[in-house]
């Protein structure tokens, strides 16, 4: 039941549209302009810069700030406290569902990758700046804002599946372990998934870069 009431709660707080109502307050609809989605890169190409760290903090924190207070409230109670990271997990993927299909907008929401961070950040300090200098890299290395966003999400899947293995999140049995590891494979899978049109255009050599000419 826990489980079921996260994913609820996680999706109302991803329906909370930061980039849909950036643009909305100035005029437009995102999501009919650039890549056609309402996230923090479709926001700073079409918006700009401001508009893009808008929309990525409104987006991370709406994950992040249920998704830490669940730890902290699960943390707190010993019934709940060896479960505490997965329900984490949980809230989170319910916020990126609610962040990709928002059913007040015919499902067509963003990618889920500022979320996703928000999530990441809640679990564990160390898996954040792994992810951080991994995004940061690649983007400043080939331009590609989606190429960061895929390689966080792999990463995002191994590091939680040996943390999650190797006692780092003081899970209660290997079954617990396992179910995270289900749910994070589900979260990496997902902006994956996303990203399959930007995979297409990375193998074909035509992504668009985040500045400059193709």
């Known amino acids: 039941m826990e489980r079921v009431i996260c994913l609820v709660i996680g999706y109302v707080c991803g329906l909370l549209q930061t980039g849909y109502i950036y643009g909305k307050l100035h005029g437009?609809?995102?999501?009919q302009y650039g890549s056609g989605n309402s996230g923090t890169t479709n926001a700073l190409r079409v918006l700009g810069k401001k508009a893009g760290l808008v929309?990525?903090?409104?987006?991370?924190?709406?994950a992040l700030i249920?998704?830490?207070?669940?730890r902290m409230f699960c943390l707190s109670r010993a019934e709940l406290a060896g479960e505490a990271y997965l329900l984490v997990l949980y809230l989170g993927f319910g916020v990126i569902l609610g962040?990709?299909?928002?059913?007040?907008?015919?499902?067509?929401?963003?990618k889920g990758i500022a979320a996703t961070a928000g999530v990441l950040a809640s679990l564990d300090w160390r898996?954040?700046?792994i992810c951080l200098v991994l995004f940061m890299g690649a983007v400043l290395t080939t331009r590609y804002v989606s190429l960061g966003s895929i390689l966080v999400a792999v990463v995002f899947f191994v590091v939680n599946v040996y943390f999650s293995f190797t006692g780092v999140y003081q899970l209660s049995s290997q079954a617990v372990a396992a179910e995270f590891c289900a749910v994070a494979?589900?979260?990496?899978?997902m902006a994956i998934w996303r990203h399959r049109a930007n995979i297409k255009r990375l193998i074909a050599g035509n992504e668009n870069k985040l500045w400059g000419k193709k």
């Open 55 to 62: 929309v990525f903090i409104g987006d991370a924190f709406k």
């Open 66 to 70: 249920p998704c830490f207070l669940v």
């Open 127 to 129: 898996l954040t700046l």
């Open 185 to 189: 494979g589900a979260v990496s899978a």
């Open 99 to 110: 962040h990709n299909f928002p059913f007040y907008m015919h499902f067509k929401g963003g």
């Open 28 to 31: 437009i609809d995102i999501r």
